[in-house]
């Protein structure tokens, strides 16, 4: 690409620099730097990102209620190919790349999984030519920031948009359009049919802010385009014709103003009130009808046919929180277009996809028909009428079998089931890994797959390469490169190529050494972050993500107290030293995982200051997990913790990173930690636990009593007691919690169950790690087998059975 030509990068550097903050460079701190260059390199691509506005092929819309980008710098030098040009071309200019790389901010539009998948996927969409944006919120708050006060984790507010803008982003005030809440709905009769007015609503603008997301080496740039929810401005009053219109008061005003601010101030609002719940609602139907309204603008400038529009666009709803796209696209096909139901229907489930991310019950969306019907009147009359239909189709097929149509009804028990909305109204359920999708076939969404096999598909989850090992782990990629030349950056399969290498001392001397360098930078990162010294040659154990009950950061942290245990007993055990990582934010609402935050905190604290065990054991807790911290973590692993309880985790996406840079997984037999296991088998992974038809009957018929395991394993019944008799100092009501959790309430994950099996698991693990040579060798053969789990192939897969599919 002949995007940099070094003299006139020179000229327009120092041009801009002038331009935005009258100073020279030698003057800038790393932020004017930064923007700077962010702007310079803006300029440049926008003519491709123009080019790539103009399609002719289908087009895809991503919707999800998060993403979680990461920092765009480096990513965009990269897959513009210009990441070492840049590099150099700063260097003579005496800038340092890197403190603009860290000087920039890593927003935290997105919680866990979910919103780092959705940015996976728009940088393999964009890698591979393929024409699919994303829609989202442009939050004034993401997630919040975690402080560790006293081994508590204290939520801040996360100011991410301190400076106002972001740096990657381009408002489009003249794309804005209105998003309708309240008010009342009259069918009136028009040329003899029936049309809906919506009048005395309250009108929020939606604006969009749009952020490039560059191909890699394709010159391709599609959009994420994210909207901010603001008052109406003066040229939208034409259109304002039926709203409520009475804010001529300045207290009205104000509270209008607050009213449509609030939508896209902060990323899940805390939905434990009504309140709460009503915001997220306004938010989830904010997106979508700003999103199909920009769709359908977009659409009606170079068609003419609305009745095509599935043969030009695909949407996709991501997780629930947009499952309102099916009534508003049905609104806007109905009430704006004027399509009989009929034809809006098949539509409809022609144009959208659905995938489902989890099957914990606590993430299946239900709203209160009361809230929808009072917050979205004529949303809500079409679900009914959705719904009316679909029973009725039911009845006919199923007789009276009130059970099974009860499951399947859109509307039951006063509450709209989102995830069955989202089924009906799409020609595509997807689960995010084979057992996940088989999960959901089988007893999840058992019903309505007997019903409409044809709609499920399995799409196992896949992670940016580019990301996840180019650029996190230069090194290795270099290594790679060296070996087996370039193209496996395009191609990941490619990467099976390395096992050739698989018994050459050489090469995994060098994989051991990149290894240690990596670990040797996070060591660095920790020490300055928690003020401990870390054994750079100990195994780095980690668990990195969203704190939850069934991923079972617990029982992690009780094997480390047997460990503690196991060491005091006999000071002399035969163990490699072992530093066990953690990272995790718990939603603030979740007491439970509040309370084993707090565990392992106190445990580090306990265990690092004990010098008996010094040279041995460490536990760090890395405060603020996000995206910058895994990109420095997640090659520096020596073991990738996959211990969910299994059936409980969809896919997991930390298992392939870790697997691609080299780390040896300890897992359950869950989410796509199965795959893995498909492709380098027993000998190259460490797996443990109950089986899924297991855990499947224990929750059908029970017959797990963790009170009789507890009484009869010393192991257990050992780090079970330490959570209240006092050996653990300052967890007096958090151990208490998690003892009730474990024995009072009999343990619903399984976590004494798998526990001795755990305990196994680990000591294999700590046996591997003896044999070095051995070590090397099979995490040479997790990076060569770990192509698969590129999100590339989930893409293509995507894309072609899925989205251009009609
Ligand atoms: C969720 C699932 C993961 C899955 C991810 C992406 C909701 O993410 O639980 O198993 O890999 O979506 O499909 P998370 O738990 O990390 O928030």
Redesign the pocket.
């Known amino acids: 690409m002949t995007l940099i030509n070094k003299k006139e990068f020179k000229l327009e550097f120092r041009n801009q620099m002038d331009f935005l903050y009258k100073q020279t460079i030698e003057e800038a701190n790393s932020e004017q730097l930064l923007n700077t260059l962010v702007t310079v390199l803006k300029c440049k691509i926008d003519n491709i990102w123009k080019e790539s506005r103009l399609d002719k092929e289908k087009e895809v819309y991503y919707f999800c209620i998060e993403f979680l980008l990461g920092r765009q710098l480096e990513s965009n030098l990269l897959n513009l190919g210009v990441l070492e040009d840049i590099k150099l071309i700063l260097k003579e200019m005496d800038i340092n790349l890197e403190d603009l790389v860290n000087a920039e901010v890593d927003p935290a539009l997105g919680?866990?999984?979910?919103?780092?998948?959705a940015a996976c996927f728009l940088d393999s969409m964009a890698s591979l030519s393929i024409s699919g944006h994303g829609y989202g919120i442009r939050y004034e708050y993401g997630l919040f920031e975690q402080k560790l006060v006293n081994g508590h984790q204290v939520e801040v507010p996360d100011n991410w948009l301190k400076e106002e803008s972001y740096i990657w982003e381009t408002v489009r005030p003249n794309k804005a359009s209105i998003v309708k809440f309240g008010g009342q709905v009259d069918l009136v009769e028009k040329n003899g049919k029936l049309k809906a007015i919506h009048k005395n609503y309250i009108p929020v603008m939606a604006v969009p802010y749009d952020i490039p997301i560059i191909g890699y080496k394709n010159e391709y740039i599609n959009t994420l385009r994210l909207f901010k929810s603001d008052v109406p401005r003066k040229d939208f009053e034409p259109i304002l014709k039926e709203s409520k219109n009475s804010y001529g008061s300045y207290h009205d005003a104000l509270q209008y103003r607050y009213y449509a601010d609030e939508i896209s101030q902060v990323l899940y609002p805390n939905d434990s009130n009504d309140a709460g719940k009503i915001l997220r609602l306004k938010q989830e139907y904010f997106l979508v009808s700003a999103g199909i309204q920009d769709i359908f603008r977009k659409y009606k400038k170079n068609n003419r046919d609305i009745g095509k529009i599935y043969e030009k666009i695909s949407i996709h709803i991501n997780?629930t929180h947009p499952s309102l796209c099916v009534p508003e696209l049905m609104r806007l096909l109905m009430d704006e277009e004027e399509l009989g139901w009929d034809e809006a229907w098949e539509i409809t489930k022609r144009v959208i996809s659905y995938?489902n991310?989890?099957i914990?019950a606590e993430?299946m969306e239900r709203w209160n028909i009361q809230m929808i019907k009072e917050l979205l009147p004529r949303i809500y009359m079409i679900i009914e009428e959705i719904n009316k239909r679909y029973i009725r189709k039911l009845n006919n097929k199923y007789g009276n079998d009130f059970d099974k149509i009860g499951t399947m009804a859109v509307i039951s028990a006063d509450n709209v089931n989102m995830a069955n909305l989202s089924i009906i109204g799409s020609h595509s359920v997807n689960g995010?890994?084979k057992l996940?999708t088989e999960i959901l076939k089988k007893e999840v969404l058992k019903n309505f797959y007997e019903d409409e096999p044809f709609k499920f598909n399995n799409k196992t989850?896949g992670i940016a390469h580019r990301r996840w090992l180019m650029l996190s782990n230069p090194r290795l990629s270099k290594l790679i490169n060296e070996l087996i030349g370039e193209s496996w950056q395009k191609d990941t399969l490619e990467l099976k190529s390395l096992e050739k290498y698989q018994d050459d001392s050489r090469v995994l001397q060098e994989l051991e050494l990149i290894k240690q360098e990596n670990k040797r930078n996070l060591s660095k990162i920790i020490t300055q972050k928690n003020e401990i010294n870390i054994n750079e040659n100990s195994i780095f154990d980690v668990q990195i993500?969203?704190l939850?009950a069934y991923?079972r950061q617990l029982m992690n942290a009780l094997h480390i107290l047997h460990m503690y245990h196991e060491l005091l007993d006999n000071p002399n055990l035969n163990m490699e030293p072992r530093t066990f990582i953690f990272g995790a934010k718990a939603a603030p609402g979740y007491y439970f995982a509040k309370c084993v935050i707090k565990l392992i905190n106190e445990l580090a604290q306990k265990i690092n200051n004990d010098v008996r065990v010094k040279d041995k054991l460490r536990v760090v807790f890395l405060e603020n997990y996000g995206v910058s911290l895994a990109e420095k973590i997640i090659p520096a692993t020596n073991v990738s913790e996959q211990i969910?309880t299994t059936t409980?985790?969809?896919?997991?996406?930390?298992n392939m990173k870790f697997m691609m840079n080299g780390a040896i997984t300890i897992a359950t037999l869950d989410?796509?930690n199965i795959e893995i296991h498909d492709q380098i088998g027993d000998e190259n992974m460490v797996l443990f636990g109950l089986k899924a038809n297991q855990v499947l009957e224990y929750s059908k018929f029970g017959g797990y009593s963790s009170a009789d395991l507890y009484s009869n394993n010393f192991y257990i019944k050992r780090v079970v007691d330490d959570l209240v008799n006092g050996f653990i100092p300052n967890i007096l009501e958090e151990g208490r919690e998690i003892y009730n959790s474990l024995i009072t309430y009999n343990d619903e994950f399984f976590v004494l169950r798998d526990f001795e099996n755990y305990i196994e698991a680990q000591k294999k693990i700590n046996d591997l790690y003896m044999d070095k040579n051995h070590w090397n060798k099979m995490a040479l053969i997790n990076i060569a087998n770990s192509g698969i789990f590129s999100s590339d192939r989930t893409i293509k897969e995507y894309a072609n059975e899925i989205w251009y599919k009609r």
Do not use: F
Request: no cysteine.
């Open positions: 919680n866990g999984g979910l919103g780092r998948l997780d995938t991310h989890t914990m993430a995010v890994a996940h989850n993500k969203r939850h991923k969910s409980k985790e969809a896919s997991g996406t930390s989410g796509a």
